[in-house]
C-alpha cells in the first residue's frame, strides 16, 4: 500500500459525459501528479500540482483540468468524453524533499461506452 | 528533452534464471532514473532508484540496476527469477530538480516479465 488513494476504482460513463476523479496524496506529501495509462498511448503525465498551484502541464486535453485543494486532496475533471478516454488513470504523490520519487495510487479504470 | 526506450516488449525467462530488462535513457540535463513494476490490476510500485549517489542500486526484491552514463543505459537484472516477479516493469527518467520538466516521469513502453516453471 502507496499511501495513495483514488475514488472511484472503476468508472463506467456514456460519451459526451463528465466525470471527476479523486486522489488523496501519501500524508505530507505536498506535489500531486496525474498520469494516463493506455494501451496505444503508453503510460503519460498529465499535470502536476504542487501545493495547490499547478507546476507542471504535459499531454493533457483542453478537455480535462485538474485542481488541488487547501486539504491537498486533487480531483481530475474530464468532460465531453470520447471513447478514446478510455484508460487507467494514476495519482502519484511526492515528498518536499525527495520530489522525484513518486508513490502511485491503485489508478481508476475508465471506460466510455 | 527526456526519452526513454525498453528494448524488449514480452521477455519470458524460466524460473531460477537471470532476468535483464533493458532500459536506455535520453535526458540533456543529468538524470534520476527509476525502476517500477506493475502487476495485473494495480498501481505502480517502485522498485529502485539512481540519483546519482551510486552507480550500481540495489531495489527490493532483489532486484538492481546499473547507471552507465557512457552506454545511457540503466538495465534492470535480478540473479534468479521467481514465478512472483511475472509482470510489467517500467524504466522512467525524470529531470535534474530545478529544470523546465521539474517533477514529470517520462517512462518507456514497458516490458512485460513472464516467467516459466
Known amino acids: 500500500d502507496s499511501g495513495v488513494t483514488q475514488t472511484p476504482k472503476h468508472l463506467i460513463t456514456a460519451t459526451g459525459q463528465r466525470v471527476t476523479l479523486r486522489c488523496s496524496p501519501r500524508?505530507?506529501?505536498?506535489?500531486v501528479y496525474w498520469y494516463q495509462q493506455s494501451l496505444d498511448q503508453g503510460l503519460q503525465f498529465l499535470i502536476q500540482?504542487?501545493?495547490?498551484?499547478?507546476?507542471a502541464k504535459g499531454n493533457i486535453l483542453e478537455r480535462f483540468s485538474a485542481q488541488q485543494f487547501p486539504d491537498l486532496h486533487s480531483e481530475l475533471n474530464l468532460s465531453s468524453l470520447e471513447l478514446g478516454d478510455s484508460a487507467l488513470y494514476f495519482c502519484?504523490?511526492?515528498?518536499?524533499?525527495?520530489?522525484?520519487?513518486?508513490?502511485f495510487g491503485p489508478g481508476t479504470r475508465l471506460t466510455v461506452l | 528533452a527526456q526519452s526513454v526506450t525498453q528494448l524488449g516488449s514480452h521477455v519470458s525467462v524460466s524460473e531460477g534464471a537471470l532476468v535483464l530488462l533493458r532500459c536506455n535513457y535520453s535526458?540533456?540535463?543529468?538524470?534520476?532514473l527509476f525502476w517500477y513494476v506493475q502487476y495485473p490490476n494495480q498501481g505502480l510500485q517502485l522498485l529502485l532508484k539512481?540519483?546519482?549517489?551510486?552507480?550500481l542500486v540495489k531495489g527490493i526484491n532483489g532486484f538492481e540496476a546499473e547507471f552507465k552514463k557512457s552506454e545511457t543505459s540503466f538495465h534492470l537484472t535480478k540473479p534468479s527469477a521467481h514465478m512472483s516477479d511475472a509482470a510489467e516493469y517500467f524504466c522512467?527518467?525524470?529531470?535534474?530538480?530545478?529544470?523546465?520538466?521539474?517533477?514529470?516521469?517520462?517512462f518507456g513502453q514497458g516490458t512485460i516479465l513472464t516467467v516459466h516453471p
Open positions: 502519484a504523490s511526492s515528498a518536499r524533499t525527495v520530489p522525484n520519487e513518486q508513490f
Open positions: 500524508s505530507g506529501d505536498l506535489s
Open positions: 500540482y504542487y501545493n495547490g498551484e499547478e507546476r
Open positions: 535526458s540533456s540535463v543529468p538524470p534520476y
Open positions: 539512481y540519483t546519482s549517489a551510486a552507480t
Open positions: 522512467a527518467v525524470s529531470a535534474d530538480a530545478g529544470g523546465t520538466s521539474y517533477g514529470k516521469l517520462t
